[in-house]
């Protein structure tokens, strides 16, 4: 029988297809992508003639029997997204899990993702993290779940549109506190990349005052809360200072 590989594509830049990812993407039966137009253009890029497919979050169950034939039938199939990993924040779960429910091959064809690079910059800690997806577009159920993240220690990951920056940078002030270290990586690998760090206060402010912040791609990563200097009042951390003097 065939295998599923589950191909990542650039997120920006095409210097970023792997080897192997070009080599299967050459060589399997058919792909599934998540936009058959989007992928043509990268398949073009790199004068690859395959036979596509769409397969996204409405007809992925619906295809999922004829892609499990096509493979006992020994036909090789990839996957690919519009960019980056599929699966995260992008289809194909359904299909994965169909495939290993039922004891077919799927192999990953590493690459990039958009979260893993900001994160591999961000100078935040990086031992352990959480990948929260796309935050909502909507004020309040964007403030619900940070407020759910208030107490998180580890730090987390965010997809999230910069046209909204502002208004999400605002909710972070609010609910978790204008002292929060927050990093906006913008573009990444492509000609305005750009990877800021500060204060959620201090970004407020660059961000009204450079309209460009607000365009493109973004993943925003949020410090995760540290235990002793946000929860202590004044009155002990002074009394712990004062003892911590006294130690030998
Ligand atoms: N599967 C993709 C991956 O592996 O990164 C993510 C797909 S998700 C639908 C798209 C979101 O990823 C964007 O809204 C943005 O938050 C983030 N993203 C994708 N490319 C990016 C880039 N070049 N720079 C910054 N963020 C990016």
Redesign the pocket.
């Known amino acids: 029988p065939g295998s599923l590989y589950v191909v ?1 594509t650039p ?2 830049n095409l210097g970023d297809i792997s080897q192997r990812a070009i080599e299967v993407l050459s060589q399997v039966d058919l792909i599934a992508c998540e936009d058959t137009r989007h992928t043509q253009k990268l398949l073009s890029a790199f004068s690859i003639k395959a036979q596509t497919f769409s397969l996204h979050d409405h007809n992925e169950r619906q295809r999922q029997e004829q892609i499990g034939n096509w493979l006992n039938e020994g036909k090789s199939i990839a996957l690919v ?10 289809p194909g779960y359904h299909i994965v899990n169909y495939l290993r429910q039922n004891e077919h091959k799927v192999v990953p064809i590493p690459g ?4 893993i ?2 994160l591999s910059v961000a100078g935040l800690p990086t031992d352990r993290f959480t990948f929260e997806g ?1 935050l909502p577009s909507k004020s309040g159920q964007r403030q619900t779940v940070l407020t759910s993240l208030k107490d998180e220690s580890r730090t987390m990951v965010f ?3 910069p046209r909204r920056a502002i208004d999400t940078i605002k909710d972070i002030v609010e609910v978790l506190s204008g002292d929060r270290l927050v990093v906006i ?6 000609t305005f ?1 750009t990877i800021h760090h500060d204060t959620a206060q201090n970004l407020l402010e660059w961000l009204k005052e450079d309209p460009n912040q607000l365009k ?4 925003l990563i949020i410090a995760g809360k540290t235990a002793v200097k946000d929860e202590l009042p004044p009155e002990i951390k002074n009394t712990l200072a004062i003892l911590l003097e006294e130690l030998p």
């Open positions: 990542s997120i920006g997204s519009d960019a980056g990993t599929p699966l995260i924040s992008d990039a993702c958009a979260a690079a900001a796309f997809y999230d549109a990586a913008r573009e990444l690998t492509k990349e493109g791609e973004m993943v």
